[in-house]
Each structure stands twice: as C-alpha cells, then as structure tokens.
C-alpha cells in the first residue's frame, strides 16, 4: 500500500504498540516491518501508549476505535488524523478468560447466552452506538 510505504520512508517517526497486543494480519506485518527499520515503541498499556502520543515520544500509533476514541477526548489529544489500512479485515474477536476456580460451568453457559442475547435484540449494538460512530458501530456488531 502506498501509504504505508510513505511511512516506512519516515524512519525518524515511532510508532507505538502495548507490547504483546495482537493488531491483526495486516497491521502485524506492518509492525514487524516497523520493527526491522528500529520504528516501534513498546509501552505496558494503552494509557501509556497514548500519553506517549500526546507527549510527542511516538508519532503513531495502531489501535481500535472505541481505544482511540476514549483516549483522544479523557486526555485531550487533538490534530490526529485517523487512517485505515485494512478496512477490508473484520474486527479482532477477543474472549474471555473465566477461572474454572471461580466460575462454574453454567456461569459460563448463562454468561455466553446473555451477551448472545444482548448481540441479538440489539442492546450491544445500542452500547457501542453510545460511544462510536454509526460505521464503526456496525462493523464491530458484524459476526
């Protein structure tokens, strides 16, 4: 892609990533190309990654929506273009990792069921429409 090849030719900038977060196909290969040519800042956690944006150390970073968007208004980082390199990819679907120690196995099921009835009559859909926008929204309510 064109853009990212501008990028590539920017070796003064830095890009920061949380360390050991998974970006995605797309953007993982950008990291490691970034990685290669000694561009990428890895912080501990997003909080960190966007004070490190917001303080100048990194001129870049990756990140999804509902992060970027909390991020840009709690701590006022302004004059930030948004681009999407791959908006043919789907969302990244994340889980959760419940204790077998604390939760039984009908807690899981019960949990399971009520966040796929929640995607079903739209309350989901209704949450993430609260703080994204309306593309986004849908994208992320895309199974």
Request: glycine share 4%; hydrophobic share 35%; aromatic share 12%.
């Amino acid at each position: 892609i064109k853009e990212e090849h501008i990028l590539l030719q920017h070796t003064e900038l830095k890009v920061g990533i949380v360390r050991g977060y998974y970006y995605g196909e797309h953007y993982e290969k950008l990291v490691k190309k970034l990685r290669d040519r000694r561009m990428i800042v890895e912080v501990r956690d997003t909080r960190e990654l966007y004070s490190a944006l917001k303080d100048g150390w990194v001129q870049a970073t990756i990140n999804i929506p509902s992060s970027y968007l909390f991020y840009f208004k709690t701590m006022n980082i302004e004059n930030i273009a948004v681009v999407d390199w791959a908006p043919e990819e789907k969302p990244l679907q994340r889980q959760l990792a419940l204790s077998r120690s604390f939760f039984t196995e009908k807690d899981v099921k019960d949990y399971t069921k009520c966040i796929e009835d929640m995607r079903q009559d739209g309350t989901l859909y209704a949450i993430y429409k609260k703080y994204l926008p309306e593309d986004e929204t849908k994208r992320m309510c895309e199974y």
